[in-house]
């Protein structure tokens, strides 16, 4: 395994940002999306969908380049582990979630992820120690995403209308922690191209999911679900999933698991921009307060704004 790269190098430059926040519009469109979808088809078969879809465009896109087949020979058990806690168990929890809170609210829970990352890079790695600016970004960051969507998710669980069960509540929780250790864990293949890990890790996790599906769901006695849903299905696992585990993989390979790891809160404002763009949604005071403290998150866990204080 090739030894990790040094602290210097892993600071977050100006093409790494704009590669993070085009992965933020990625993934804020995979939670609606899945809302979409998980109305129709049951969670264990959109994940196999979803990850299985997105296996096959890859292998059809790279055409064994790259060494794509020696490295899954290679590679066959640690993709397995990377895909399990990267695609498998996160996925599944986000989607059972989803079948009893809105995109919004997975969205904050979800964010909690560069929190896990931080934990879990202080105690299992050297390079990415836990400083203050660190957990400050990532508390600032987590207040951004409250502040943003907040408001409106705990009105709706004050009103009554919908009592949500406490587990629905923990998935999302379980599936960060699984994120924040994936994040670590994906280090070991910074040495492969990005498309050969992401479809080394979706190729595995699809074979772990195919036997999950067929025992838990039976889907072939599901009913064919409409157009719509095959379209949120598609798009899910082509775009949000096959193009974006390639970036997720090019980032963690320029700036390290605990930088890349801030992707999970840029999801929220981006599903905000979707509303806005797309559904004539207007921005609210709580939502402006949200993006600023989200952005001086980034900007304190990137730390030149910590030190152009210094100087």
């Known amino acids: 395994m090739r030894a990790a790269a040094p602290l210097a190098e892993q600071r977050m430059s100006l093409l790494t940002w704009g590669l993070l926040v085009l992965l933020g519009l990625i993934w804020g469109a995979s939670f609606f999306f899945g809302r979409i979808a998980v109305a129709h088809v049951p969670a264990f078969t959109l994940v196999f969908l979803r990850l299985s879809i997105a296996a096959l465009a890859l292998h059809l896109v790279l055409r064994a380049r790259h060494g794509l087949y020696p490295a899954l020979r290679d590679n066959a058990g640690r993709f397995l582990l990377l895909g399990l806690i990267n695609n498998a168990v996160p996925h599944s929890l986000i989607f059972l979630g989803q079948t009893e809170i809105g995109a919004g609210l997975a969205s904050i829970l979800?964010?909690?992820?560069?929190?896990?990352?931080?934990?879990?890079?202080?105690?299992?790695?050297?390079?990415?120690?836990?400083?203050?600016?660190?957990?400050?970004?990532?508390?600032l960051g987590l207040a951004g995403t409250v502040a943003l969507i907040g408001p409106s998710a705990l009105s709706h669980l004050a009103s009554g209308d919908h009592e949500i069960p406490l587990w629905a509540l923990i998935l999302p929780i379980g599936a960060a922690m699984s994120y924040g250790a994936s994040a670590i864990y994906g280090r070991r293949f910074r040495h492969l191209a990005p498309g050969v890990t992401a479809a080394g890790q979706l190729t595995a996790s699809s074979l772990i999911m195919l036997p999950v599906m067929l025992l838990v769901d039976e889907p072939w006695a599901l009913p064919v679900p409409p157009l719509g849903t095959i379209l949120a299905i598609l798009a899910l696992a082509l775009v949000s999933t096959a193009y974006g585990y390639i970036l997720f993989f090019r980032i963690m390979a320029r700036a390290g698991g605990t930088n890349t790891s801030l992707v999970t809160l840029l999801v929220p404002p981006s599903a905000i921009l979707f509303g806005v763009l797309f559904l004539n949604e207007a921005l609210g005071a709580n939502q402006l307060l949200g993006m600023a403290l989200i952005l001086t998150g980034l900007l304190v866990l990137d730390g030149r704004m910590v030190k152009a204080f210094r100087r």
Do not use: Y
């Open 110 to 139: 979800n964010a909690t992820t560069p929190i896990w990352t931080v934990l879990f890079a202080h105690v299992f790695t050297s390079d990415e120690r836990m400083t203050p600016a660190k957990i400050a970004g990532a508390v």
